[in-house]
């Protein structure tokens, strides 16, 4: 019984962890030395599916088990020498499910970025990331996992044809441990990326992103249900509204056929915000 609930907990907080993470955020371009940046990304989902691992297949949840998340990610970023970003980001996330609420910031990462190839056609930068345990511990919904992760990233963009950007990325998560006992399965992410540049203030996008991630442990033994995959269809626009400023609007949805395990949103809908100076 203890253990069941264990993993209940388990896949209500990892809910949203349905794409790509910040580890693998921004093309393979790195901001020049002293420069500053901040980033602010917003997006809404709302459940609405959860997985039967015994059935193999989507059931509907009812609306007293829908969670409703309103999160924001605020990232701010320095070079102190070139080809180096060093960067903080703090999550905040408002969630709902039937009569209760949470509000609050989530686990915080400690991020860096370092430029390996910087002339093109070929550009390839490293990524990497400590995130800590700073939520709070009696938020419910919970807002995050509570977990030390270390994450590690591959980012490689180069130009195709004509007007069109590629970006290839990767990543891989040694994820923590929730209490004594229960170990969390670490996880890959991918990240495919087409730019296609009308202007030079506007860039439409289409991105196949996800994750794929393995099962929990409790007391070293793999919990049946929890390993997860996701696979994303997103497309969206980067619009440069300033020399320093970048918006980016964006809709994200599952391909469900080639997503397992936990909960599902039909949709998520995301805005981001970049300045560079």
């Not at 400023?245 to 970049?274: E, H, N, Q, V």
């Amino acid at each position: 019984m203890k253990k069941s609930l264990v993993v209940m907990i388990f896949l209500a907080v990892v809910v949203n962890m349905l794409f790509a993470t910040p580890l693998i955020w921004r093309g393979a371009t790195t901001i020049k030395p002293k420069q500053f940046i901040v980033q602010s990304n917003f997006y809404y989902s709302q459940t609405t599916k959860s997985y039967d691992t015994t059935q193999n297949k989507w059931d509907t949840l009812t609306t007293k088990k829908q969670v409703s998340s309103l999160n924001a990610d605020i990232m701010v970023g320095y070079a102190p020498i070139k080809n180096l970003e060093l960067k903080v980001l703090v999550p905040v996330a408002s969630k709902s499910k039937d009569t209760s609420s949470s509000f609050g910031i989530g686990d915080i990462w400690l991020k860096s970025r370092y430029a390996l190839i910087t002339k093109e056609p070929l550009l390839f930068t490293l990524s990497g990331a400590v995130v800590l345990p700073t939520a709070s511990k009696t938020a419910n919904p919970p807002i995050d996992d509570r977990t030390v992760d270390i994450g590690l990233g591959i980012i490689a963009q180069t130009k195709t044809f004509g007007k069109l950007l590629g970006h290839l990325r990767f990543g891989y998560w040694l994820m923590g441990k929730t209490n004594d006992t229960t170990k969390v399965g670490d996880m890959f992410e991918y990240f495919v990326k087409l730019d296609y540049k009308i202007s030079k203030t506007l860039t439409p996008f289409l991105t196949i992103l996800g994750t794929q991630q393995a099962k929990t442990k409790i007391n070293n033994q793999q919990s049946h249900g929890t390993d997860r995959n996701r696979t994303n269809l997103q497309v969206g626009t980067i619009y440069k509204a300033s020399p320093i400023l970048w918006i980016r609007p964006k809709i994200s949805l599952p391909i469900t056929s080639m997503c397992k395990g936990g909960s599902l949103a039909p949709y998520t809908i995301g805005l981001d915000f970049w300045m560079i100076k």
